[in-house]
């Protein structure tokens, strides 16, 4: 059992309705996950996603602001507040998080195409990240070939392909009328 990272929206019911979606080709790897989740460990400039926007010209800062998601906060902390002051501590972070995520899907979007764009023109990626690998938890593979799609849409992506899933997801939510889009972690 592991930590997965799932793809939000303020359209999500309409979503999971739409015919055009399906969980394979719309969802993330744990992979993507681990590369979110090192920013609970690491400085920001040791950070992967970080490092593959200053090689791609691409600011992935968005990344980390769409992890700011205020589910938790309305399903686990609001309801068990000890005091009217808590509660409005929390009520108040929660208002700052949904201003973080607010109207952010064409910031995301542009994001998410110039990477596909811009990842081909650098097969060397890998060695380019070679210093931050573990070669136990971030296999160099998740990072080669990003052209091609090796996994069945959540297990045993490549960072291409999860960026693929990120855009079919976009597209979809975009034709759902989406304007705020998020990662759920469970």
Request: negative net charge; hydrophobic residues 35%.
């Given at each position: 059992m592991?930590?997965?990272?799932?793809?939000?929206?303020?359209?999500?019911?309409?979503?999971?309705?739409d015919?055009?979606?399906?969980?394979?080709?719309s969802?993330?790897?744990?992979?993507?996950?681990?590369l979110?989740?090192?920013?609970?460990?690491?400085?920001?400039?040791?950070?992967?996603?970080?490092?593959?926007?200053?090689?791609?010209?691409?600011?992935?800062?968005?990344?980390?602001?769409?992890?700011?998601?205020?589910?938790?906060?309305?399903?686990y902390?609001?309801?068990?507040?000890d005091s009217?002051?808590?509660?409005?501590?929390?009520?108040?972070?929660?208002?700052?998080?949904e201003?973080?995520?607010?109207?952010?899907?064409?910031?995301?979007?542009?994001?998410?195409?110039?990477?596909?764009?811009?990842l081909p023109?650098?097969?060397?990626?890998?060695?380019l990240?070679?210093?931050?690998?573990d070669?136990?938890?971030?296999?160099p593979?998740?990072?080669a070939?990003v052209?091609?799609?090796?996994?069945?849409?959540?297990?045993?992506?490549?960072?291409?392909?999860?960026?693929?899933?990120?855009?079919?997801?976009?597209e979809?939510?975009?034709?759902?009328?989406?304007t705020?889009?998020w990662?759920?972690?469970?």
């Open positions: 592991g930590l997965d990272v799932l793809l939000a929206c303020d359209k999500r019911k309409e979503i999971y309705e015919p055009n979606y399906t969980f394979n080709t969802s993330l790897s744990r992979s993507f996950c681990h979110l989740t090192e920013s609970w460990n690491l400085p920001k400039e040791e950070l992967k996603l970080i490092r593959i926007g200053k090689i791609c010209g691409v600011d992935t800062s968005i990344f980390f602001q769409m992890m700011e998601s205020p589910e938790e906060d309305y399903e902390r609001l309801p068990n507040a009217e002051k808590e509660r409005q501590l929390i009520l108040r972070g929660i208002r700052e998080k201003e973080i995520l607010a109207n952010n899907f064409a910031r995301v979007q542009q994001t998410i195409l110039s990477l596909l764009e811009k023109a650098i097969p060397d990626l890998p060695d990240l070679k210093e931050s690998l070669e136990q938890s971030d296999l593979s998740y990072f070939d052209g091609s799609n090796p996994g069945d849409g959540y297990i045993g992506n490549n960072f291409g392909q999860d960026l693929r899933n990120f855009k079919n997801y976009l979809i939510a975009s034709s759902n009328g989406a705020s889009v990662f759920s972690l469970g």
